[in-house]
């Protein structure tokens, strides 16, 4: 069931999601990850349901202009044609990326791409984000289901110790342009440091620290709490180099014992999606991501998604950098997100993807036949 407290914004249907609660220190305990009551996973499912039919192959080549469709069909029978160095099927489909040839000939035809496939994966700890690891540890393609063309690409990426968020696509177009630094995609991280932060250091940390490889800062720093010496913090940051959170806070002198990556841009870590496992996003959710990496003048996911006037932030001590950072595409300028009042991700799930995906499509199982999220593998 999805969680819809009475303090939190209520959902104005624009966006067809309800505001999911999410409590910062569910993420920080585990229990964020359990599974929600009366509600039985769906088994690992290990092949992804297939896209919509794609063409046959003698009406590709009719429309090419190489011949009616019944002349196609008999230079098939005949062995002349090829699909990929392979002989050619009557009924045979082809596929963006085939290559063809008649009689030896290579064929320029036209098949629309498919469209991009997006996996969120609660990445844990002691994996790497590599197809091939030299030192043979656990990876996180081994627990993904596997693409009947292609291959997964991660979105960024995250080291053998952090856990949280990873975005997987089979676009590397799309990949690319959630990287790209020209969009500023926004990353949030929950990070447990040994020690308190002064209020020195975390202006320090707004202002910018100098790394090897250049300069660097937070967007915002905000307390999480934490036990004793361990504390919790939520900080955002605007880039994805390597170990760059972790560095930053070592810079000045607080270790890093635990880091877990709970947005990046604007989809959040499912509600319940446990650790090592995957959900495949829906179409709306995919097209709500593509347009946070569109250039200017496209829409935005604040036009997508519009919020209901009034709504307010309670981010009580927060920290952010007094400086205009680079301008996000995906929600506009940082001017914008002030009078826009943009909600705070681990509150409500309105105007954000993610936070109520996974109960969304759980509450579909037995409405359709193909789930599309899967646990652990066994």
């Not at 997508?304 to 981010?315: H, L």
């Not at 950098?321 to 681990?346: I, M, V």
């Not at 109520?356 to 499509?361: A, E, N, P, V």
């Amino acid at each position: 069931m999805t969680e819809q407290p009475t303090d939190a914004p209520a959902d104005d249907g624009s966006n067809g999601v309800v505001a999911n609660f999410i409590r910062f220190e569910d993420v920080v305990s585990g229990r964020f990850d359990q599974d929600e009551a009366q509600v039985q996973a769906a088994p690992l499912k290990r092949v992804l349901p297939p896209q919509p039919e794609s063409p046959k192959l003698h009406k590709v080549l009719a429309q090419a202009g190489m011949g009616s469709r019944l002349e196609m069909e008999q230079l098939i029978m005949e062995g002349r044609i090829t699909v990929n160095n392979e002989p050619a099927h009557i009924g045979q489909r082809v596929q963006f990326g085939d290559h063809v040839k008649v009689n030896g000939k290579p064929i320029r035809f036209k098949v629309a791409p498919p469209p991009p496939r997006v996996i969120a994966y609660h990445k844990p700890a002691g994996e790497v984000v590599s197809h091939d690891d030299p030192q043979n540890r656990p990876t996180v393609f081994r627990k993904l289901p596997r693409l009947v063309q292609g291959k997964w690409q991660s979105v960024g990426r995250l080291d053998l110790n952090t856990e949280g968020l990873l975005l997987l696509t089979s676009s590397g177009e799309l990949a690319n342009r959630l990287m790209h630094p020209r969009f500023g995609l926004e990353r949030e991280y929950a990070v447990r440091v040994l020690g308190a932060l002064s209020p020195e250091e975390k202006q320090k940390l707004l202002d910018g620290v100098r790394l090897d490889d250049g300069m660097a800062q937070f967007g915002s720093i905000e307390e999480g709490g934490g036990e004793g010496s361990n504390c919790w913090y939520r900080v955002t940051i605007s880039e994805g180099r390597n170990r760059e959170v972790r560095r930053m806070l070592e810079s000045i002198g607080h270790a890093v014992s635990r880091l877990i990556r709970i947005r990046y841009g604007s989809m959040v870590l499912p509600r319940g999606l446990k650790r090592g496992a995957w959900l495949e996003l829906d179409d709306a959710d995919i097209r709500m991501l593509t347009q946070a990496a569109l250039p200017d003048g496209a829409v935005r996911i604040a036009d997508v998604a519009p919020r209901k006037p009034g709504n307010k932030i309670g981010r009580s001590r927060t920290l952010r950098r007094k400086t205009n950072p680079p301008r996000n595409d995906a929600f506009g300028s940082r001017s914008e997100l002030s009078s826009a009042k943009q909600p705070d991700p681990l509150k409500t799930s309105l105007g954000y993807i993610g936070a109520d995906s996974l109960t969304r499509q759980r509450q579909q199982v037995g409405k359709r036949p193909n789930q599309r999220y899967g646990g652990r593998q066994r």
